[in-house]
């Protein structure tokens, strides 16, 4: 019986799985305050640092998109950065949400980000593996032997002669990226919502 991916199922799904994280996001912030101060240096580092992360996430995305061009389930790409590592969209992407969560100089909840990141990402993972090992189950087996889900290996890192590169795609996927941009001022804002209210914070994140 031949293996059906819905995509817009599972488009649905990690939708609704990010809301809620956004949720609990929201939540951490407003309830919470970082142990370091603003003027401190370790609240600045980690706040310096995440935007770093955030640039390599969306640097990282766009490299992505010129080797996979739409392609994900139709072609089996094992070059450029899918050669380190089986889903390296979903990696950078993680990179900067950890980038993000460290906007409010907290290591803990930048932690949380980006494992909540890769939780959201798992879920889809395991039915896209589905899908390629049903479309291409000897080469797949070979790749997922060889190459790790997550992790990056850059010892076996190798490259194509040429890629067919879509333009439009490499574009959008370079926008949508940017929204971690917008991610960062957004805390910000709710951290200043929370100082101005004056809502006493329950906790504090390391």
């Known amino acids: 019986m031949p293996i059906v991916f819905d995509l817009v199922g599972q488009q649905w799904q990690r939708k609704l799985i990010v809301l809620a994280v956004v949720a609990v996001g929201v939540f951490l912030t407003m309830a919470s305050e970082p142990v370091f101060p603003e003027d401190s240096l370790w ?14 996430g ?5 490299w992505c998109s010129m ?18 590592t089986r889903n390296p969209l979903y990696v950078f992407s993680a990179i900067a949400a950890f980038g993000v969560g460290a906007q409010l ?19 889809v993972v395991t039915h896209e593996e589905r899908a390629l090992a049903h479309r291409f189950p000897d080469e797949f087996a070979l790749y997922r032997a060889r190459v790790p889900r997550f992790l990056p290996n850059i010892c076996q890192y190798h490259d194509a002669e040429a890629i067919l590169v879509r333009p439009s795609l490499v574009h959008r996927t370079f926008r949508d990226a940017l929204l971690f941009l ?11 919502l929370r100082d101005t209210w004056l809502i006493a914070p329950l906790f504090r994140l390391y």
């Open 105 to 123: 100089g907290s290591i803990v909840f930048a932690l949380v980000c980006a494992a909540a990141t890769v939780a959201i990402f798992a879920i």
């Open 67 to 84: 080797y996979i061009g739409g392609n994900k389930l139709s072609t089996l790409v094992t070059d450029g950065p899918y050669s380190m």
């Open 58 to 62: 969306i640097v990282g995305r766009t």
């Open 182 to 192: 917008v991610a960062a001022p957004a805390l910000k804002g709710l951290e200043v």
């Open 43 to 56: 609240h600045e580092t980690i706040e310096r640092s995440g935007v770093l992360c955030i640039m390599i």
